[in-house]
């Protein structure tokens, strides 16, 4: 069943479609130059620095690409993580991922993927795929309930450091990472 809202009151819109068309606009307005990097050597950790294209960008240019196996952006709670819960049963080596950099405001993406691996999705039938605990819009993610079982039990910690935009900590916590999984 769709989500429909008022605006002020007047005119009844479907949610889902509204925020179709709004996505639409920014990927043609705001032209994003890079989404992603692929690691050279790592395969248990991943990095995704939400909507900070800086932290990205200064990633991808560094040795750090030598230890992880992908670094990304997350800019929505529902495409976004089921893009990583997909990505992520694909790849049975990662264990671990680093949530890093600013939130998009309004969607809090990596508040989303930090509740979903802490407490899955509902099991209510009217909340089907609706990430328990999550603050976006619209945290109803399309991935199968045993997918999402199989993504919270695969990664062994998501490493909170939202907010975050430096490089140096960032590689911080892959050394205290990488140390976790050596021992």
């Not at 040795?63 to 992880?68: A, Q, Y």
């Not at 309930?145 to 199989?150: A, C, G, S, T, V």
Request: hydrophobic share 40%.
């Amino acid at each position: 069943m769709p989500c429909t809202f008022y605006y002020n009151g007047l005119v009844k819109l479907d949610k889902m479609a509204f925020e179709n068309v709004a996505g639409k606009l920014c990927e043609n307005l705001i032209p994003i130059s890079r989404e992603y990097c692929v690691g050279r050597k790592g395969k248990r950790i991943a990095i995704c620095t939400l909507a900070s294209m800086k932290l990205l960008e200064d990633i991808c240019k560094s040795d750090l690409m030598e230890r992880v196996l992908i670094v990304g952006r997350l800019l929505s709670e529902n495409r976004g993580i089921d893009t990583i819960v997909k990505f992520t049963l694909s790849n049975e080596e990662l264990h671990h991922i680093i949530v890093c950099g600013k939130e998009v405001k309004g969607h809090q993406a990596g508040q989303a993927l930090l509740s979903l691996h802490a407490y899955g999705i509902s099991n209510d039938k009217s909340c089907e795929g609706i990430i328990i605990a999550a603050k976006g819009h619209y945290p109803r993610l399309k991935s199968s309930k045993e997918d999402i079982d199989l993504f919270r039990s695969q990664i062994v910690k998501i490493h909170n450091l939202v907010g975050v935009d430096d490089v140096n900590q960032v590689r911080k916590e892959i050394e205290k990472t990488e140390s976790m999984i050596c021992t």
